[in-house]
Each structure stands twice: as C-alpha cells, then as structure tokens.
C-alpha cells in the first residue's frame, strides 16, 4: 500500500494501531514484577526503579526533544517509526537479562527516551487532521496509549508463562508499530516551524493561559502514572488478603481491566470536551478521579467485585482529562510551536511522576493500602483550581470552539 494513498480515516487507524503497539513497552516490566518475585527476591525500591527509570528517560528525551523542537523540525511520522524501533530493542534486550541486573533499569533509561518520540508525537501528528474534533482526536490518541500501557498486564495474566513474556510481547508490538508507521500521512495542518529561540522554550511558562493548562496537567500527572505504577500491587495484596492464594480472577486480569478502563475514558473526554469544553471536562475528571483515590483503599481486602467495580471508576475517570490538557495547549499556542509545546508539557508532567512514583512504597509503610492512595488526591484537586482559572480568562475563548 503505498502511503500516500492514505486519506484521515486510514491514517489515523494506522496511527492508533502503532500507538497501542508501541505503548506496550511502558509497563512492561511492571507487569513481569509479580513473575519476578515468584522466583527471587525483589525490593520495592527496584520494583518502582523499574518504572520510574522510563519516565525518567522520557523526561530526558521529551526535554531535549522540545529544546530543539525536533517534532516541528523534522519529519513526525519518520521520528515515531526510528523511536519505535529503538524502544522495541531496548525492551527486548531487557528481557535477556536477569530481572535485577543493573542494566535492566538502564535499558528501561533507553526505552523512556525513544517513546519521548512516540507519544507525543503522536499527538503531533493526529492534531495535524483536526477539523474541529482537536479534543476527540488526541482523545483516540491518550486511549490508545492507555491500552498499550495495559496490554503487558494481559500477558501477564496467562498462567503458567515466563516472566519474560509481557516483556518480549511489548517489544513484538513496537516492532509492528516501526514497520506499519511509514503508511501514516500528515493531515493539512502542518505548520513551519520557526527558528530555535530559548524564548519559544519558555512560552509555556511565560503565557498564563498555556501555565494554567500545563498546571492543570501537572496536577493529573501527579495521580496517573502513580496509580497504573501501583494499582496491580494493591488488588494483588487485596485479593491476598481476601482469598489468600485463591482469587476468583488473576489480580494482573483485573488490573488489566483497570488500567484499560481508560481507553473508554479517554474516548468519552474527548467526546464531551469538544462539544461542553475542555475545561468542564477535566475539571469534572479530576474531581471524580481525585475522590476515587481517597476512596478505593477503603475497598482494600474486600470482595474482588467491589475493588474491580471501583478501579473501574478510577481507571476511566483518571485518563479521562489528559488529552484535553493536550488538545488546549494544542489552541492557547502558534501552530508552529505545536510539538514543542506538547513535548515540553509531558516533560515536566513526567518529570512529576518520578516523584509520586517512588513515593507510594514509602506511604504503603507509613500508613496501609487503605490510605497510601489518599496522597494522590492533591494533585487533581489543584489541577481543578488551575482549569476552572483558565475558564475565567478571556484566552480560553480559543478552546474547543468557544466552548472553553
């Protein structure tokens, strides 16, 4: 098939397919860690390491990606394929050594950097097909995003398989996301980007509209990755606490329909964000998803159906606002600093996560499962107060049609 030949239809589908296949490398060895421990000692420490080192290289990759303002630079769709392809190496790699050497959380470093060019590029390229529909696209974009990220919990879920598995599954779909991203074409909207400018670096800072939306952001990134990082080891340690070793479901099943949740909570943001504006929608998504945080430790040890029903919740309504975040900064910025800007803002939002990340180990000890999550809850509530301060402002005029 030759490329060119794709229209928007055709290649936002190639688009979301690569997305979903690409993503899977996030939490791969996440979804390993309870295989792991079957088999040898594992500390919470390495265990958090083994996540926070990708969200550390893709705090690298995203900085010195939006510093050169590479995605406006050079060709989107070539970038994500070569950030594919080296994410599916360094996560197959990693899954040749043993599970605490110390170069697996290096190659987990590595992996982080090259999805620095897929996910929000990605991004990039679905904003260059909107025709008023910003929000629901990038919607389709953070929903497949979100089912990568939980694909390694699926295979994980399968009795009986290696450790290794959900690893070697991830890289098999970056794999697939290279070879199938050259058929992506860009939509109309592809602007020039404009000479480099450390002025152009700090835009998001210096405008208050595009700080409000980047702490607005910030804000639900403090609860997100936290809460897919840990959930699997508090259903887990509920199930346990419940059925000892015998669950009514494999706790990485449920956690998979957790993190999954997602996907349809993204698309329904995105929906609704376009159509009542975006910052309603996320103001609506962090107040329900900061509540459930305070509230789900409080099904910890009870039925299965109870903690899956609330996760559910939580895993729809936690992913629910992320793309807006996007889709605004997407319409406070020039067309020409579009991908900068986007890279920028996961940057720092991911530089966040490093935080709350390796924090939570340290909350479980100090104050139980039933509680742990509770320290989640400050980051959505701030990102309320930021969202319903850009309503207020006249530049939020340009958000959603008017709809702000």
Known sequence: MNKARLGRTGS????????????????????????IKAEQPLSPFF????????????VVGAFFSALLALPDR??????????????????????????????????????????????????????????????????????ALTLGSASPHLAAALGGLDWRAPI???????????AFAGLI???????????????NVLLGWRSAPLRLANFGYFGHMWELYAMWS?????????????????????????????VASGAFGALLGGFFADRVGRTMVTSLAMAV????????????????SAVLAAGLVW???????????????????EPSLRGAMLTAQTCFGFLLTLLSIHLMPVAVDALGWRYAFATLSIGPFLGVWAMLTLRARPESAAMAGGRR
């Open 12 to 35: 936002l589908a190639v688009l979301l397919l690569c997305e979903v296949a690409a993503m899977a490398c996030w939490f791969a060895s996440n979804a390993s860690i309870a295989a």
């Open 47 to 58: 265990a958090a390491l083994l996540t926070s080192s990708v969200q550390a290289g893709f």
């Open 74 to 143: 050079f060709d989107k769709r070539q970038m994500f394929r070569l950030s594919a392809l080296i994410a599916a190496i360094c996560t197959g790699a990693a899954g040749l050594l043993a599970p605490t050497s110390p170069f697996a959380p290096v190659l987990r470093f590595a992996t982080g950097v090259s999805l620095a060019g897929v996910y929000p590029v990605g991004m990039a390229i679905a904003a260059t097909w909107a025709r008023r529909d910003l929000g629901l696209l990038i919607g389709l974009l953070v929903g």
């Open 168 to 178: 070697l599954f991830a890289s098999a779909g970056a794999l697939l996301a290279a």
């Open 185 to 199: 074409a860009l939509g109309p909207n592809v602007a020039r980007a404009p000479r480099f400018s450390w002025s």
């Open 230 to 258: 840990w959930i699997g080891a508090f259903v887990a340690a509920s199930f346990r606490a419940r059925y000892g070793h015998a669950p009514p479901m494999p706790p990485a099943l449920a956690t998979f329909f957790i």
């Open 289 to 304: 998803s900061g509540l459930c945080s305070i509230l789900i430790g409080f099904t910890f040890g009870g039925s299965a």
């Open 315 to 333: 895993g729809a309504s936690i992913i629910a606002d992320s793309a807006q975040f996007s889709a605004s900064t997407v319409e406070l910025c």
